[in-house]
């Protein structure tokens, strides 16, 4: 069964606004730029975790597929081939939302 709307909202939609909001408050600069960043992983990753249940193949590809995007994405930005300025404490924030969200799928067992 998939999860309810409301566990959708809390675990996809609810990220996405926190982080956005954290660029609104004045916060030191290692919660702004790093917070948002893990944020976006674990919605994303839940997202992929949402769509993908029950086809157990397909869903372990899509839930691992947002680690090396994102890696790639800012290693592109640490060789200027797009915008953007490369952090490593950036890996370190994906790495840690792609795990948070495998951490409570697992424990919700969904």
Not at 60 to 74: D, G, H, K, R, T
């Amino acid at each position: 069964m998939a999860p309810s709307i409301k566990l959708t909202c809390i675990l996809v939609l609810a990220p996405l606004v926190l982080g956005a909001g954290i660029y609104r408050l004045r916060t030191p600069a290692i919660i702004r730029n790093e917070v948002p960043d893990m944020l976006w992983m674990f919605s994303f990753t839940s997202l992929q975790a949402i769509i993908w249940k029950g086809k157990e193949a397909i869903r372990q590809i899509f839930i691992f597929l947002p680690i090396p995007v994102s890696f790639a994405l800012e290693f592109l930005q640490r060789n200027h081939a797009i915008p953007g300025t490369f952090d490593m404490l950036d890996l370190l924030a994906y790495a840690a939302g792609w795990l948070a969200s495998r951490i409570t799928f697992g424990t919700l067992n969904l």
